[in-house]
């Protein structure tokens, strides 16, 4: 997402919008934590599927993609894909936390 696609919007919105994408982005580690230590596949799939939502949401799509694959491999019971792509969930995520 491109702060170009905000311009039309009053600076308070675009303010607060940047904000909660910051603090979105500054919570990762506790979302992957929820991911990686579920109790069950079908909470690591519910803690994947909030995230794809909201790395969509605020502007991580690269985030939401490697997620939802995470999701879909987790669901489809391929247990070798979902490890490599949890790996590559792992990844993008140090990407973005500071």
């Known amino acids: 997402m491109q702060v ?3 311009d039309h919007l009053p600076d308070a919105v675009r303010e607060e919008f940047f904000e909660l994408r910051a603090r979105f982005r500054a919570g990762i ?3 992957w934590q929820e991911i990686e230590f579920s109790a069950s596949p079908e909470e690591r799939a519910q803690a994947l599927h909030r995230l ?3 790395a969509s949401s605020y502007g991580f799509p690269r985030l939401g993609e490697v997620a939802r694959k995470a999701e ?3 669901k ?3 247990l070798t894909e979902s490890t490599e792509t949890l790996q590559n969930l792992k990844a993008v995520i140090d990407e973005l936390v500071p």
Do not use: E, N, Q
Request: hydrophobic letters at 55%.
């Open 76 to 78: 489809t019971d391929a």
């Open 52 to 54: 794809v939502g909201a």
């Open 29 to 31: 580690l506790k979302r």
């Open 72 to 74: 879909v491999s987790l």
């Open 4 to 6: 170009a696609d905000f």
